[in-house]
């Protein structure tokens, strides 16, 4: 990619309850120049994010005192992310609580809201799959996982790194703006070749999915245009 | 030289275990991502595929074993394995699981025993298969050699 953006050493959180695929997606995570951190399931992913119960938009029972308290429990001060996640890739089936679960928390979420998430399943379930991509999810990915599945993530990283950075950051001087604009440029420049070479990353999907007798699209993220579009 | 007939033989051994298909694609994924900084990370994934295995089946035996067989627990416990073996291309134990399942659905007691035999089978081969492998691996790199994986 040629920026400095793409020398910056991404952190991604696996989340899967299988011992195993945990050791797999770290091994490929790793090797692919991210740094991991794995969980073994969706309540303590959100713990990892320093979510709080009072970030969702629906009515919680925790008052404020509550909060206060249980704030000395999680690693981050409340309603700020003292490790940054660039990432959320996780299992669909866990107990306890579904990688949609955990999709539709941090969609919920004011600030977990932005990270982009990933979701893996063993099984090829058409409405599943849409589901999580509804949901918002950027990507569902076929297990076994793959070198070159793993190899599709960065895009989504920096997508969604350019978009906070217009939401969240106002351009303090010219040099900042002219930054956040060449990134944009650049990403949208991208976005033509990237969607080709997404559906070319599909095949191997497709592959699987042919046999199912599934639309090859369905990988492709319905709402990646929204996403691309950061005005 | 020792060396050279160890590689040769692991060589033609590896190649058997993909043509009778013990093994798929997925196996080369996992020795792709082993290298001088992880030389051990086929053993390590292998070695935890066998103490998984063996926990759930004896998990399901036991399950299968009960006055009111819950069928829902024992899909879950075949949907890992399925899971775990996939995850390290052991095709062969993948497959007798996914039949396992469709009679775990049909709630079919006496087909899921059967099923569980077969799995157990597969699971007991491909680890005697494993095991090999991963000893002729050693043994190449006692004698000096580079790890063919």
Redesign the interface.
């Known amino acids: 990619m040629g920026m400095a953006a793409a020398d910056a050493q991404f952190h991604v959180l696996a989340v899967d309850d299988?011992?195993?695929?945990r050791?797999?997606i770290e091994?490929?995570l790793k090797?692919s120049s991210f740094q991991v951190t794995t969980v073994d399931s969706g309540s303590k992913a959100l713990e990892f994010l320093g979510w709080h119960d009072d970030d969702d938009d629906v009515d919680v029972d925790v008052d404020d005192d509550e909060r206060n308290n249980s704030n000395e429990a999680f690693v981050s001060p409340k309603n700020h992310q003292e490790v940054e996640v660039n990432l959320v890739i996780t299992d669909y089936?866990m107990p306890g609580m579904t990688g949609y679960d955990l999709l539709k928390k941090m969609k919920e979420s004011a600030f977990l809201r932005n990270i982009p998430v990933v979701i893996m399943s063993?099984e090829n379930v058409p409405s599943r799959i849409n589901r999580c991509l509804e949901e918002g999810a950027e990507e569902f990915i076929l297990?076994?996982v793959?070198?070159s599945d793993v190899n599709k993530l960065r895009p989504h990283i920096m997508k969604s790194k350019s978009i906070c950075k217009d939401i969240i950051q106002k351009p303090e001087n010219q040099e900042k703006q002219d930054n956040n604009e060449s990134t944009e440029t650049q990403l949208q420049s991208q976005s033509q070749p990237q969607q080709t070479s997404q559906s070319n990353n599909n095949s191997s999907n497709k592959r699987k999915s042919m046999d199912e007798g599934l639309s090859p699209d369905r990988t492709r993220p319905r709402y990646n245009d929204m996403t691309v579009m950061s005005n | 030289m020792e060396v050279d007939q160890l590689q040769r033989t692991f060589h033609d051994y590896h190649a058997s275990l993909f043509n009778e298909g013990f093994l798929d694609e997925q196996f080369v994924q996992l020795q792709q991502l082993q290298d001088e900084s992880n030389p051990g990370f086929v053993v390590e994934v292998v070695s935890l595929f066998f103490e998984d295995s063996e926990r759930l089946l004896n998990d399901l035996s036991k399950a299968l074993d009960q006055e009111n067989v819950d069928f829902r627990k024992i899909d879950a416990h075949v949907h890992q394995l399925k899971g775990s073996s996939s995850s390290i291309g052991a095709q062969r134990v993948r497959n007798a699981c996914i039949a396992f399942r469709n009679f775990c659905d049909e709630r079919n007691i006496e087909a899921c025993l059967k099923c569980l035999q077969q799995v157990r089978q597969e699971y007991l081969l491909v680890k005697t298969k494993l095991e090999t492998l991963l000893r002729l691996e050693q043994q190449i790199v006692a004698a000096g050699g580079a790890s063919p994986m």
């Open positions: 299988s011992l195993i695929d050791k797999l091994r490929l090797t089936c063993s297990k076994p793959r070198l």
